[in-house]
């Protein structure tokens, strides 16, 4: 399958990816996982990458298209999380695509719960695995459950950065919604819910149970 997972910060696609890829075995492209490991690795693309995300802004096109067409390559299976973000993103897709997508699933949650789930995350600096405070708290308490380091607050899931980061959403990142409605692509899924019922709720829109 060739999706793409669509929907504000924090609504829960990089939890609903990793479940998917699991059960699966699809790639899982997420742009900001691999933005932030450029980061901490200091390569080039992190350093031009590194104030855009501080600042929640996008990140230029033309640096993501790049990662993702690099990604992409041979793949026929693979999920998109938090790419295209914008219509030249969505344009650019297109073409380095070989065969079109499958589906592009739009999980949808009110602002609210998208700011408790992102003031409640805790990430592992570590392995990248993300819990959440009181929707999915680390069995090792402020440790990683798998691998032992002490959790982190991601940089951008501060209280500005976040505002930042639902207005550039609604912006730039929401008009695909309709862009996808219209190629007949989009599948809704309400993300009200826990992870496994989210879960089971994907499956069903893609036909999966
Ligand atoms: P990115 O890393 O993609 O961040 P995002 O889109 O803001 O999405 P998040 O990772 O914040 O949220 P998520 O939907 O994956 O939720 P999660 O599963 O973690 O991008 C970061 C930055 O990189 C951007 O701001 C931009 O600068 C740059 N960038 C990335 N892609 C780009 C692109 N294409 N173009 C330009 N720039 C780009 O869940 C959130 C929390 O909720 C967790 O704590 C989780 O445990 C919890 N949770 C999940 N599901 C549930 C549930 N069902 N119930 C309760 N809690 C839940």
Redesign the pocket.
């Known amino acids: 399958m060739r999706l793409v997972f669509l929907?504000a910060?924090?609504?829960?696609?990089?939890?609903q990816a990793k479940k998917l890829e699991q059960a699966y075995g699809w790639t899982v492209i997420?742009?900001?996982?691999l933005?932030r490991a450029a980061i901490a690795n200091n390569t080039p693309l992190g350093q031009q990458a590194k104030q855009?995300?501080e600042r929640?802004?996008?990140?230029p096109d033309a640096l993501?298209n790049q990662i993702v067409a690099e990604r992409l390559q041979g793949l026929s299976d693979f999920i998109l999380?938090?790419?295209?973000?914008n219509l030249a993103?969505a344009e650019m897709l297109e073409q380095m695509l070989s065969q079109p997508l499958d589906a592009v699933v739009y999980f949808a949650l009110d602002t609210e719960a998208l700011i408790a789930?992102?003031g409640?995350?805790r990430i592992c600096p570590n392995c990248g695995a993300?819990?959440?405070q009181i929707?999915?708290p680390s069995k090792a308490g402020d440790r990683c459950e798998r691998c032992g380091t002490p959790l982190v607050v991601r940089e951008?899931d501060n209280p500005e950065t976040i505002r930042n980061?639902l207005k550039v959403y609604e912006e730039q990142t929401a008009p695909l919604i309709a862009y996808y409605e219209s190629k007949n692509l989009l599948r809704r899924v309400d993300?009200d819910?826990?992870?496994e019922e989210?879960f089971a709720r994907l499956l069903q829109a893609l036909g999966l149970q």
């Open positions: 929907g910060p924090g609504v829960g696609k990089g939890t997420a742009t900001g996982d933005l855009y995300i929640g802004e996008l990140v993501v999380d938090g790419y295209p973000r993103q789930r992102l409640g995350r993300v819990y959440h929707a999915n951008d980061r993300a819910a826990t992870p989210v």
